[in-house]
């Protein structure tokens, strides 16, 4: 039996809203479409348990702090992480600096007290197809329908600068530091790079930390103008072209917040760390080759490079901006309206929703960004009545 909405029939689906990533977008996406839709029939798709990924990422480069300031996180209220730090314990060692930033530790056990358990696909999404009004989407040995569907798959694949395509990166799925002793080069000189060379290093590895540029500090990876309609508020306003523009003034990639910067320029200055400033060319038997012809001797060459911005071709959402010609700019933002939506019912979360969201699309802010207005849309939305959903 099919269900009819403005006059229109529409056939049954298994989902009002399947979530396809289980990451920190993905997550607090689903749980503010739970709160304001509570009778939305929801499901997160992703093949790892929540936030799995994001987690090994924290870990393998070593993060103590989040770079963002205490008021964004994966709560419902603007005051939860503050109350729940308060109200378990949490010193002021879980508070650093002036934006008060929270430790990894008080983030993570706040997340999880505040995510909820939404219903979970352990399944890896492959594509989506169109059929009669409704999204199915392809999984790992089943095909459930929606209504609606987010794409919040989080970073792309590990970046790696031509050259150096065989070397390992500190993001790749089993990295692991290993035991100290070899002659390391840690390529990055971002808040990745850094915070893996500091942790390499207090590990008892011989490590030099190879950069494009010294040692850049600043507050945030990006202008906070953003975080507020001060900028977000023209930035809507402005063209596609313009958006571009702004988001690559906006962003400030390469920096190193504070507390980084003070402890990679001391372990610079102390001799603890060894430092090179140059372009990496190829990975040689012997080491790395700079592009000024210099070689550094290393057993071992790390890469701490970031992510590529445009999604693999075989990736769900490299599929998608091929099946449906779906328009990006040259930096890989998708066109969305104001909605997130790039087709009628389908969304997109992250850094490839920008052009929307301003430059901390891809933030712990860019979540709360999308999950409000995702969460409005659902809370002005009627589900059809319950049905049996066909993946468990």
């Not at 290093?201 to 490590?207: E, K, L, T, Y």
């Not at 080491?287 to 012809?293: I, S």
């Amino acid at each position: 039996m099919t269900t009819t909405v403005q006059g229109h029939p529409r056939a049954p689906t298994d989902y009002d809203w399947l979530v396809i990533g289980g990451g920190p977008h993905g997550r607090f996406i689903a749980a503010s479409i739970a709160q304001a839709a509570p009778a939305a029939r929801l499901a997160v798709v992703d093949p790892m348990p929540a936030m799995a990924a994001w987690r090994a990422r924290a870990a393998a480069c070593g993060m103590r702090y989040l770079r963002s300031s205490n008021a964004h996180h994966l709560g419902a209220r603007a005051d939860s992480l503050r109350r729940f730090a308060a109200a378990r314990g949490y010193d002021e060692a879980h508070a650093l600096g002036y934006y008060r930033r929270p430790s990894l530790a008080l983030f993570d056990a706040h997340a999880r007290a505040e995510l909820g358990t939404p219903r979970h696909i352990p399944r890896g999404a492959r594509r989506l197809s169109r059929e009669h009004g409704a999204w199915r989407v392809e999984l790992d040995h089943a095909a459930p329908t929606a209504r609606r569907v987010v794409l919040a798959t989080g970073p792309n694949r590990p970046y790696r600068p031509a050259g150096l395509e065989a070397a390992e990166h500190v993001f790749d799925p089993h990295f692991a530091l290993g035991a100290p002793g070899r002659a390391t080069v840690i390529v990055g000189g971002g808040i990745t790079g850094a915070q893996l060379a500091l942790r390499a290093i207090g590990a008892g590895h011989r490590v030099c930390w190879l950069t494009r540029q010294p040692p850049v500090r600043a507050d945030f990876d990006s202008d906070p103008c953003y975080a507020g309609p001060r900028c977000l508020a023209p930035f809507a306003e402005a063209s596609w072209a313009q958006r571009t523009a702004l988001l690559a003034q906006a962003r400030q990639p390469g920096t190193l917040p504070p507390d980084i910067y003070s402890a990679i320029t001391s372990a610079l200055a102390s001799g603890a760390l060894a430092w090179r400033r140059g372009e990496p060319t190829r990975r040689c038997a012997a080491g790395v080759m700079l592009a000024d012809g210099r070689r550094i001797d290393a057993e071992r060459v790390i890469l701490a490079t970031g992510f590529v911005h445009r999604p693999d071709a075989d990736s769900v959402l490299g599929r998608a901006v091929a099946d449906f010609d779906l328009a990006t700019d040259a930096a890989g933002h998708l066109h969305l309206d104001r909605e997130l939506a790039v087709a009628p019912g389908l969304h997109v979360a992250g850094r490839p929703a920008s052009l929307q969201l301003g430059p901390m699309a891809g933030n712990i802010k860019g979540a709360r960004l999308a999950g409000r207005v995702l969460a409005t849309l659902a809370g002005r939305t009627k589900s059809p009545a319950p049905m049996a959903a066909a993946v468990s």
